[in-house]
């Protein structure tokens, strides 16, 4: 098999130049490339890239840790962190959980065994204080809050979020609020339910517990919080959604059961996905496209050394009035 030095005779240049191409380095002429290039085909050459990652301490591959591929929310977030990756010249290796404690654990071993140069985590069910340890061997990125020095991070303030949705239902002349959550024991829910509370407290409205709604996910979630909330004898007139999804599920719902929207029940979404959009529903922004291609920055410059930027980025979002509130 040719080696490095052989297509830099055959090519005319030197073996400097035939690693830059092969590197896909943008500091190369167009001739010698072409060059280059050239012997490679008529050689069919395949570089032995596992060796030139070991020679370089790098795999030029990231871990992407996400719950769930089919969520907009973490499509979003991924997609994000895949466009800073092709900037860069890396890949991600995505690895789904379904928030078992078991597959996160076993996606963090990548970095044990150095298989990725650091990893990106979207959403999780284990402790930071049990994943901490993993910094030891490579950087690790938290795409919410961590409260953890050793873990940086970039997110949205999730109290905010939902107090500005709170403070617009609760202006809208509502009082009776509830609220639909994914999973009560996150740490992004205990902020948002934080913010639930307060805000009911200043208005002097007690909590309701069977006004909360958990479990909420997709579009088939919010069907069945309609279902549910026509059972109840004392209903919320508002809903606070953590997911645009739910939320549309929710609309749709009501409105083939003749409910109102808003005027019978109002409702304020989560994320600003196009489905929001389309159904004029009010809702928060949630910049889940800046979050990744940002977090995937930040892990980049800790990889390389580049630690001087702040390690606690929070990013703005703002709540968008239509049609449901």
């Not at 190369?28 to 570089?47: M, Q």
């Not at 997110?155 to 239902?169: A, P, R, S, V």
Request: glycine content about 6%; overall charge negative.
């Amino acid at each position: 098999m040719a080696n490095i030095k052989e297509i830099a005779i055959l090519a005319g240049v030197s073996v400097t130049t035939v690693s830059r191409v092969l590197n896909e380095h943008p500091y190369v002429s167009d001739a010698k490339r072409k060059a280059v290039l050239d012997v490679v085909a008529k050689l069919n050459y395949t570089p032995n890239y596992n060796a030139v990652y070991l020679s370089k301490g790098k795999t030029l591959t990231i871990g992407v840790l996400v719950p769930f591929l089919n969520h907009p929310y973490f499509s979003a977030i991924t997609q994000g962190i895949a466009n800073g990756a092709l900037q860069h010249n890396y890949r991600i290796v995505t690895c789904q959980t379904n928030y078992e404690a078991r597959e996160e654990m076993k996606a963090l071993q990548l970095l044990q065994t150095r298989q990725v140069d650091g990893f990106i985590i979207c959403s999780k069910t284990m402790e930071w204080e049990e994943i901490a340890p993993f910094t030891l061997y490579a950087p690790i990125i938290a795409c919410e809050d961590t409260t953890n020095d050793s873990i940086p991070c970039v997110h949205i303030n999730q109290y905010l979020g939902f107090t500005l949705g709170m403070e617009h239902l609760i202006e809208r002349g509502h009082c009776h609020i509830g609220y639909c959550i994914a999973r009560q024991t996150s740490f992004n829910s205990k902020q948002r339910k934080r913010a639930y509370d307060d805000a009911l407290t200043k208005i002097n409205e007690r909590i309701h517990e069977e006004w909360i709604f958990d479990g909420c996910l997709e579009i088939q979630d919010g069907v069945r919080v309609v279902r549910e909330w026509m059972l109840l004898k004392d209903r919320p007139t508002a809903l606070l959604v953590s997911s645009d999804q739910v939320a549309a599920g929710i609309v749709i719902e009501a409105r083939k059961n003749g409910i109102g929207i808003p005027e019978d029940l109002a409702v304020i979404g989560f994320d600003n996905h196009p489905i929001s959009e389309i159904m004029g529903i009010t809702t928060i922004e949630h910049p889940s496209l800046a979050l990744g291609e940002s977090a995937f920055q930040l892990l980049f410059n800790q990889i390389n050394g580049n630690c001087l930027q702040k390690n606690n980025i929070e990013l703005a979002l703002r709540l968008i009035k239509r049609n449901t509130t």
